[in-house]
């Protein structure tokens, strides 16, 4: 690692800790020739490969900025958000995969943000999964509702089975979503 004081082309490690998320470890260095000191920060690198074949770096900033725009008016703060880029970050670099496609970061999304807001949430699936109809957001709700009163059995009144096959396809997306919530995912 050069040093960027004096651009030596050798450091000298002095401290390493690992972060408290544990998904990174920072290195304290110095460098030899003019002695000043400097951190680095160590990450597994993610790649994200766009629909169109392009590929940068997972960007949490990138999340949030998707995320944001199907939470205006909604009771979500900023921290919300940022936890929400963590999880979402925890969730996809659990898979141990170098290298992911952006659909599977949206996958990613759908659980921690229907824990945050579901409105956000509904925003965010029907823009994710390309609700054409009312129909879908019936459905999409459905799934929300019966999940609900699965949860809560007392108030399971209102669950309809009939309907179970006919929303399986919004109900198998969003169960995928809830399937990478970091509280879920072994790695802990
Ligand atoms: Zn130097």
């Excluded at 020739?33 to 994200?48: A, P």
């Amino acid at each position: 690692m050069h040093c960027p004081f004096c651009r030596h082309a050798d450091s000298r490690v002095i401290d390493s800790r690992t972060a408290e998320d544990g998904a990174s470890i920072r290195r304290r260095r110095q460098c030899p020739s003019c002695g000043r000191r400097f951190t680095t920060l160590e990450t597994s690198s993610l790649t994200v490969v766009k629909r169109s074949g392009a590929s940068e770096p997972f960007s949490r900033d990138k999340v949030v900025a998707g995320v944001r725009k199907a939470c205006q008016g909604r009771p979500v703060s900023d921290d919300d958000l940022a936890l929400l880029a963590q999880q979402v970050e925890e969730a996809v670099r659990a898979s141990g995969a170098a290298q992911i496609d952006a659909h599977e970061i949206g996958l990613a999304i759908l659980g921690p943000l229907r824990q945050l807001d579901e409105v956000a949430y509904l925003r965010f699936a029907s823009v994710y999964s390309s609700f054409s109809s009312l129909e879908d957001f019936e459905s999409a709700i459905a799934t929300l509702r019966s999940d609900r009163s699965d949860r809560d059995p007392d108030s399971s009144a209102g669950s309809d089975d009939g309907e179970a096959s006919g929303r399986a396809d919004r109900a198998g997306s969003a169960s995928l979503g809830g399937a990478v919530e970091p509280e879920q995912a072994p790695a802990h």
